[in-house]
């Protein structure tokens, strides 16, 4: 007897509404996991070719946690592509400045790139304080373990 594969098609997917508290919370892992639920990955039907996720609210982004010295050593680079066109900015910067930033440039890197990562990608929603836009769509409560 030969066991049949499931292939998740894109109009039969059905996806649910999270919403996660960054409060210190270790930045690293929190996006890791949060990847992997925007991916589907958590889903014993994710398919690598179909957006198989749920859509992820993130709050209190300004209060994520980081570890060890990185407040002072982490730095994120933006080029303009002109001659000296390199903006550096600091981890401690970026978490006063641009929490949201912060936290979408680091779940950016962890999902896939193309048109599939873009798409997916839209499904994530981050707020730096406790407060979001999202009441309506009742999302659920993900605790995180670590």
Aim: aromatic share 8%.
């Amino acid at each position: 007897m030969q066991r049949q594969t499931t292939i998740a098609k894109a109009n039969e997917i059905q996806r649910k509404w999270y919403v996660i508290d960054a409060t210190d919370k270790p930045l690293g892992r929190l996006c890791s996991y949060v990847a992997q639920v925007l991916t589907g990955k958590v889903k014993p039907t994710w398919t690598p070719n179909v957006d198989c996720g749920d859509y992820v609210i993130i709050i209190n982004a300004e209060k994520v946690g980081l570890s060890g010295n990185k407040l002072e050593t982490k730095k994120y680079y933006n080029v303009s592509g002109y001659d000296g066109g390199l903006r550096t900015r600091s981890a401690k910067e970026m978490v006063e400045k641009y929490p949201v930033e912060m936290v979408e440039r680091c779940i950016h890197g962890m999902c896939p790139k193309g048109r599939l990562g873009r798409q997916i990608e839209k499904k994530l929603f981050v707020y730096a304080g406790p407060e979001h836009k999202h009441e309506a769509q009742k999302p659920e409560v993900l605790e995180l373990k670590f």
